[in-house]
């Protein structure tokens, strides 16, 4: 039986999960068609997901067709949960992106649109909502040509638009844009000598190399269109490839907890077959990593993080439900149980080529408050639980004020934390204001160095750094002037990530970024002991010594050369009618904004151009009542932007606060020396 591997994705309440739950009733897999309004799909299991009527989780559900067995992964629409979208687009064979015929292509459809084709990810285009009141044909195809891709095949039309007797007429195939991609196809239908099927097989194989995007119309409510979709799912999409034969490869792309409160990895297999009471080694390519850079340290010293260990149980995912086996196989996917330490993004066994990020990480942060009667340490411990398994939400625990930050990409999303924190763990939370996320960068080069016992260095350790600007984007490289063996390897590592730690917490607090760490000192003293006594710790240099020394250097060298504060800006594009553009100008003008470019398209008027992430969500809150409710705001990460103007802002800092030597030998372990 051939196996794919299917994701579902669409902006939110363009009718996804309801048309999750009529393709698993169109097969047989449920009796009942679930009501997201009532709460009772299939795919939203979460008590939130079900009182909102928003996916939050991707789920996975199987099911057959045929002699095809379906993997389908229903994800959040909503802007806020796009990091769910992320680690589900890298397990996928083919897609299906879900457009309403009411409101059309939106923000969000053009996002995952460019970042399916991006990936090349094979993607089927399902307009849903022909019943509704307003449903178009016609101009949702031209909006998809415009604003998604001109590479459309319309595989029929609809028909009774707008009326519960609205239908999908299926219709022969167009030939016009396959041929844009076959000269052959071409020139035989020019010469009239076009064979029979040639037409479909070219559809087949353009829709798997993702040339071409087949258009189906239909009705998640009433059905319509549905049984086309999933002749279309079976015959064009790829099936899911992998020799279960080969070497062991798969990720985790989603980490949950078991009622006991065990940990269970869902995992896509690549190749090779996994079986229970399997070692496993997993780790080392993890998504969002911020280890980039060049390092004579690690290519020698080999670690990279990884860990191993034994697989207790396995349950594959068969007819609606995930059923126990002992091994899953290449192209499956599966959950797994016996892997405690495992994260999302972790390769099992050897590492696939890594995926640059599909999405920008988030922007904003906020301080999580504890309610009157909430346990500190209770909190502390779910939100844990819940950064495990959203790595994107990163926490940031300030031990002297006793204050825990979590990073988000929107409001929505910590109005989620918070009722998750309530239903899940009974904790009642509330949340400081939301701020900006921002980055230092090196202004300059800077260096400095401590030698052992000299300038007052209470450690027995030699450690100099040179720090370097480099390029926007190029993340942190450390690097060696000095030779290897010049000291114990587990010195150096010490060092490396050490930095990398300290560089989390700039001269203002904000992590550095886009520079380049440079060894160029190294000491120590080697391990000494007296005549007929053991190891004297006070004569001899160890790792502690190596982890003290360095956040002094490394702070000292970036005072020397400088950071720049930067803070988040997002690209814009604003579409609202042209009248209202003189009520919109000033307030985008207010807030940061500045507009690029503008361009009037008869009575619509679209701006272009870049905002503070701190004013998107304002912005988003006005622009209905300055646009009658009529424009449609998207807006994403773009870049980092120097802070020229106002105040710098400062974070709080959370380590010992090497700024301060004095404060900083006073809280770490330390020697003293003369």
Not at 203 to 212: G, I, P, S
Not at 350 to 365: M, Q, S, Y
């Amino acid at each position: 039986m051939h196996l794919l591997n299917l994701g579902i994705l669409a902006h939110v309440d363009a009718g996804k999960t309801s048309l999750t739950e009529r393709l698993l009733h169109s097969v047989g897999v449920i009796d009942e068609i679930g009501s997201v309004d009532a709460g009772s799909t299939q795919t939203d299991t979460l008590a939130l997901e079900r009182r909102r009527g928003i996916t939050i989780k991707s789920a996975v559900v199987s099911f057959a067709v045929d002699d095809v067995t379906v993997n389908l992964i229903d994800t959040p629409g909503h802007p806020d949960f796009i990091a769910e979208v992320e680690r589900v687009l890298g397990v996928l064979d083919g897609a299906v992106l879900v457009v309403s015929a009411v409101e059309g292509v939106q923000a969000q459809t053009r996002v995952l649109m460019r970042t399916l084709q991006r990936l090349g990810i094979p993607t089927l285009i399902f307009v849903n909502k022909i019943d509704r009141r307003g449903a178009q044909d016609d101009g949702v195809l031209r909006a998809l040509a415009e604003r998604l891709t001109p590479a459309l095949v319309p595989m029929g039309r609809a028909v009774a638009l707008g009326t519960r007797d609205a239908a999908f007429v299926p219709g022969p195939v167009p030939v016009d844009v396959l041929a844009d991609h076959d000269d052959d196809l071409l020139a035989a239908f020019v010469d009239g000598t076009l064979a029979p099927g040639r037409t479909r097989a070219a559809l087949v194989a353009q829709t798997r190399q993702a040339l071409v995007h087949p258009v189906f119309f239909g009705s998640a409510v009433t059905g319509a269109g549905v049984p086309e979709l999933i002749d279309g799912i079976k015959e064009l999409l790829p099936r899911a490839d992998g020799d279960p034969e080969g070497p062991l490869s798969g990720t985790v792309f989603k980490v949950e907890r078991g009622p006991a409160g065990e940990k269970i990895a869902y995992v896509r297999m690549f190749s090779g077959t996994l079986r229970t009471r399997d070692r496993v080694p997993f780790g080392g390519a993890r998504a969002g990593d911020t280890r980039t850079g060049d390092t004579g340290v690690g290519e020698a010293g080999g670690g990279d993080g990884r860990e191993e260990s034994r697989v207790t149980a396995v349950s594959v995912f068969d007819h609606g439900t995930d059923i126990r086996q002992d091994a899953v196989p290449a192209g499956r996917i599966a959950r797994l149980w016996g892997l405690g330490e495992v994260r999302i993004g972790d390769a099992l066994g050897e590492p696939r080529k890594a995926h640059d990020r599909f999405f920008a990480p988030p922007t904003l942060e906020t301080v999580v408050v504890p309610g009157p009667d909430t346990d500190r340490r209770a909190l502390h411990l779910a939100l844990t639980r819940l950064a495990e398994q959203d790595p994107l939400i990163g926490l940031r625990h300030d031990e002297v004020r006793q204050e825990t930050s979590v990073s988000l990409y929107g409001e929505v999303q910590k109005e989620v934390v918070q009722a998750t924190l309530a239903d899940e763990f009974g904790l009642d939370v509330g949340f400081r204001e939301t701020t900006p996320l921002c980055v230092e960068r090196p202004a300059g080069t800077g260096a400095a160095a401590e030698f052992i016992k000299k300038d007052a260095n209470p450690f027995l350790a030699t450690v100099g750094l040179r720090v370097d600007p480099a390029p926007a984007g190029s993340g942190i490289a450390f690097r060696l002037e000095v030779e290897l063996g010049s000291m114990p390897y587990a010195f150096f590592k010490a060092v490396e990530d050490t930095v990398r730690e300290t560089l989390g917490q700039g001269l203002n607090g904000w992590q550095v970024t886009d520079c380049t760490v440079t060894m160029t000192h190294c000491g120590y003293w080697p391990r000494q002991s007296h005549s007929h006594q053991g190891f004297d710790k006070s004569m001899s240099s160890t790792g502690a010594d190596f982890r003290g020394l360095t956040p002094l250097v490394l702070t000292d060298a970036l005072r020397r050369a400088g950071t720049q504060v930067y803070e988040p800006m997002h690209r814009f594009r604003v579409e609202a009618p042209a009248d209202t553009l003189g009520a919109l100008l000033p307030v985008l003008a207010a807030l940061g904004a500045v507009p690029r470019t503008t361009e009037t398209r008869g009575a619509v008027c679209v701006l272009e151009g870049a905002v503070p992430a701190a004013r998107v969500h304002a912005l988003e809150q006005r622009l209905p009542g300055l646009t009658r409710g009529e424009g449609e705001w998207e807006s994403g990460f773009d870049h980092y932007a120097p802070v020229l103007r106002g105040e710098v802002p400062c974070r709080p800092r959370t380590d010992h606060n090497p700024l301060n030597r004095k404060e900083y030998l006073l809280n770490v372990t330390r020697r003293v020396g003369s």
